[in-house]
């Protein structure tokens, strides 16, 4: 049966980088939680991340991403290459079904399994089952509102949430940078 559990969306700008993350967690045709919590802060409050796969990978990856940025103090994009090469060569590993979004101050990352980390041209990034409607949101209001991130971000997940069924409107959004 298919786990569809995320929709996760980074935004940057001016001097904010925040995350958001809705709430549902459905297993198959059945929504099994409302209030899920999908993005964390690690390293010392520096990074956040959040996964669009199993709970259970999810909390492996978190760990072992935090484990490689202390390792490389706090370097985002050395620690995600790190874990992607880990990720694509450990037989364990290879088996996680999980697409993890990272972000701090300067960069937003796409990790996946197949050893790809992803910094996009954009300042908005998206995973999950909601992430397409999400991203695409986020583009539009950048472009043509005076929305602050935190105001993109939920604005763009609200409309994720209008059209993805596997998307609800309990939207959870944390911050870095100035004025936290």
């Known amino acids: ?19 958001a993350g809705d709430g549902q967690v459905s297993f198959g045709d059945t929504i099994m939680k409302h209030k899920a919590t999908k993005v964390r802060y690690i390293y ?3 990074v956040l991340v959040g996964i669009a796969g199993a709970a259970a990978d999810a909390f492996n990856l978190f760990e ?3 484990t490689k940025l202390e390792r490389y103090n706090g370097n985002l ?6 874990l992607a090469k880990d990720w694509r060569t450990d037989k364990i590993l290879r ?5 993890l979004l990272a972000m701090d101050i300067e960069h937003i990352l796409i990790i996946s399994g197949t050893g790809d980390v992803i910094e996009p041209d954009e300042t908005v990034a998206a995973i999950g089952s909601g992430g397409p409607y999400a991203f695409s949101a986020a583009k539009a209001l950048i472009a043509h509102s005076d929305l602050d991130a935190k105001g993109i971000a939920e604005e763009a997940m ?7 069924v596997y998307t609800n409107e309990h939207i ?4 870095l940078g100035q004025g936290k």
């Open 77 to 82: 994009v050395k620690a995600a290459v790190e």
């Open 44 to 46: 010392k409050d520096q």
């Open 95 to 99: 088996r996680l079904e999980a697409l």
């Open 1 to 19: 049966m298919d786990i569809r559990s995320t929709t996760i969306l980074a935004v940057r700008k001016d001097s904010k980088a925040v995350m």
């Open 64 to 66: 072992r991403l935090e």
């Open 172 to 175: 959870v959004i944390n911050e």
């Open 158 to 164: 609200k409309i994720a949430a209008s059209v993805c």
